[in-house]
């Protein structure tokens, strides 16, 4: 594999706003990469900056052989010069032409002969299963298939690389499934390189090969899905990435991997002592946080045996939903809430008193 994308030290800011702040990523040829974080992030900024739309005030970037932008270097290509396909969340499609019109005009307005523009029109129409409808007008489409020209309107040109942002966010959930197979199995037939924007992290967790989580203009991990998942760097990253439960609280001892942990309860109720990993660099004293996802956690109605192998935390129901598959809860401790998810029926009236355990390796500590 050869890196088609190289995007240096990338900064953007709009008057004091700082919207992307020394963005660094490498992307392979034939990769989906997903930007994900929540709303306000800098995904769509860093995809302009990407494409030509933005002028980044620093850094720099390569897309195959090109420098594209230098900002140091005096750089900045237009996007048209760009050999870059766009896929956006309003999926604009020209009502009054026809499906085929639609993906030719952009190979008509650089002058592709006649011959070249309708071979490549239906070979992009064929991969996004439209051919069949070439002729027919766009008003007469269902959302998907919209969604769809748009498609093969951002591939058409045979780019480089295609770049999305949320072009899911608007579908109904079903749609949202289809379309979602569908650019995935795309990416993978073709083998187009992906640059994919989403606010929505199973999106992210199905579709990528590599995740970036961002948070207030800064990247805060990079990593294949399950590692995002399962190895969260920061509390941030952790919650945005599958519901879990934070308790602030201090490191009281480390033996090897694992910390020993003070969180304080509130309401002059005394502390909680817990085990857990993590927390990398933290010394006796600091501030760490537990992050506890609702799977991890064990429920049980009488206090179980203490024992070295798992924490033991006494809680009081608040409140239960049953799903059919599995009932999800929160767990009153002291001034805390901690979430949990089980995966049988269990009558558990507000006010119960439980026991929550969870094992030492289940539980993260965090130093932010
Ligand atoms: N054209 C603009 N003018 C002023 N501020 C902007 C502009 N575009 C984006 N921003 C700001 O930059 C930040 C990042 O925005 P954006 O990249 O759109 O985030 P995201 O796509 O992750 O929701 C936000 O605080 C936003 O308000
Ligand atoms: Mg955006």
Redesign the pocket.
Not at 37 to 48: D, F, Q
């Given at each position: 594999m050869s890196t088609i994308v190289e995007i240096a030290q990338l900064y953007k800011s709009?008057?004091a706003?700082?919207?992307?702040r020394d963005f660094n990523l490498s992307v392979e040829e034939g990769e989906f990469v997903t930007?994900l974080?929540?709303?306000?992030?800098?995904?769509?900024?860093?995809?302009?900056c990407i494409i030509g739309l933005?002028r980044p005030e620093r850094g720099s970037i390569r897309i195959g052989e090109q420098t594209v932008v230098s900002a140091e270097g005096g750089i900045y290509l237009v996007p048209e010069d760009r050999n870059l396909g766009m896929v956006f969340q309003s999926y604009a499609v020209w009502p009054h032409m026809t499906v085929f019109d639609n993906v030719a005009y952009g190979l008509r307005v650089r002058r592709v002969p006649g011959g070249v523009l309708k071979e490549r029109t239906m070979r992009a129409l064929e991969l996004v299963d439209l051919a069949h409808l070439a002729d027919r007008y766009a008003t007469k489409l269902s959302g998907g298939q919209r969604q769809r020209v748009a498609l093969a309107r951002a591939i058409v040109y045979e780019p480089k690389v295609v770049l999305f942002?949320?072009p899911l966010s608007n579908l109904d959930a079903k749609l949202r499934e289809q379309m979602r197979d569908e650019i995935v199995r795309l990416q993978r037939e073709v083998g187009i390189t992906s640059i994919f924007?989403t606010?929505d992290q199973s999106e992210a967790l199905v579709m990528s090969d590599r995740i970036v989580v961002?948070d207030k203009?800064v990247i805060q991990q990079v990593g294949d899905p399950e590692t995002i998942y399962s190895q969260p760097v920061n509390s941030f990253v952790a919650n945005f990435i599958g519901v879990t439960s934070l308790l602030e609280g201090t490191l009281v001892a480390r033996d090897g991997e694992i910390c020993d942990m003070e969180i304080p309860l509130g309401g002059g109720l005394g502390a909680l002592r817990v085990r857990a990993v993590g927390g990398e660099g933290a010394v006796p004293g600091d501030r760490l946080i537990l992050g506890l996802r609702p799977e991890d956690v064990g429920l049980h109605l009488s206090k179980p045996d203490p024992s070295a192998a798992r924490n033991v935390i006494e809680g009081v129901v608040i409140d239960t939903i049953y799903l059919g598959n599995f009932l999800e809860g929160r767990v009153r401790v002291g001034d805390h809430e901690i979430g949990i998810q089980i995966d049988h029926y269990e009558d558990l009236a507000p006010g119960r008193t439980v026991y929550l355990t969870f094992r030492p390796e289940h539980g993260l500590c965090f130093t932010d």
């Open positions: 709009f008057g706003e700082t919207a992307v930007l974080g929540p709303s306000g992030c800098g995904k769509t900024t860093t995809l302009r933005e942002d949320e924007v606010h961002m203009a």
